[in-house]
T-cell receptor, first 114, second 116 residues
Framework: TQLLEQSPQFLSIQEGENLTVYCNSS?????LQWYRQEPGEGPVLLVT?????EVKKLKRLTFQFGDARKDSSLHITAAQPGDTGLYLC??????????????FGKGTKLSVKP | DTGVSQDPRHKITKRGQNVTFRCDPI?????LYWYRQTLGQGPEFLTY????????KSRLLSDRFSAERPKGSFSTLEIQRTEQGDSAMYLC??????????????FGPGTRLTVL
């Protein structure tokens, strides 16, 4: 069983559209990270959310951490072709800062067409 | 800040051969992680070090896999007697732990292994 479920798995949209990607779990996480990965490259960190209910904005990207720290969402406004990539959420379940491994979802593969 | 670097970026080998990958973390980062990512999946944790001590190993890390971080700086991951199922992207990440500070892991570009 996948501890972190991401949906949708694939998303193909036109430039200028809005979209939301979801990351859900039945487990509680002390923090959750969103990464973007391009083919043949390592994941690049976009944001870390720590506090339940937290909302963070990064230009056209808005990240939200659920109140219960079990889920998160990524909303992109007016998507551009440069947003194309694999979006991964990753959570850690270790409190007190002593983080070990990150648990990753399978990712959402986003394609934005001009 | 030079980021996490990995070498080589690509490796093609024949089944049964041994391979070794290197990871250089961000300088002064005391934690170093290894992950494996197969096609269509997110990265899966293999092992991590704090300084030179290997603190956790996943059950994915079979006896054919060994990782070292001898001086608490760079790390190597060796796979002995490679199998076709070992074909994957091997990712290294590093982070800084200070007391209760929640660390963020920064990833390298990965080493793509193909076992023929």
């Amino acid at each position: 069983t996948q501890l972190l479920e991401q949906s949708p798995q694939f998303l193909s949209i036109q430039e200028g559209e809005n979209l939301t990607v979801y990351c859900n779990s039945s487990s509680v996480f002390s923090s959750l990270q969103w990464y973007r990965q391009e083919p043949g490259e390592g994941p690049v960190l976009l944001v870390t959310v720590v506090t339940g209910g937290e909302v963070k904005k990064l230009k056209r990207l808005t990240f939200q951490f659920g109140d219960a720290r079990k889920d998160s969402s990524l909303h992109i406004t007016a998507a551009q072709p440069g947003d194309t990539g694999l979006y991964l959420c990753a959570g850690d379940m270790n409190y007190g800062g002593s983080q070990g491994n990150l648990i990753f979802g399978k990712g959402t593969k986003l394609s934005v067409k001009p | 800040d030079t980021g996490v670097s990995q070498d080589p970026r690509h490796k093609i080998t024949k089944r049964g051969q041994n391979v070794t990958f290197r990871c250089d973390p961000i300088s002064e980062h005391n934690r170093l992680y290894w992950y494996r990512q197969t096609l269509g999946q997110g990265p899966e944790f293999l092992t991590y070090f704090q300084n030179e001590a290997q603190l956790e190993k996943s059950r994915l890390l079979s006896d054919r896999f060994s990782a070292e971080r001898p001086k608490g700086s760079f790390s190597t991951l060796e796979i002995q007697r490679t199998e076709q199922g070992d074909s994957a992207m091997y990712l290294c990440a590093s982070s800084l732990i200070r007391g209760l500070f929640t660390d963020t892991q920064y990833f390298g570009p990965g080493t793509r292994l193909t076992v023929l």
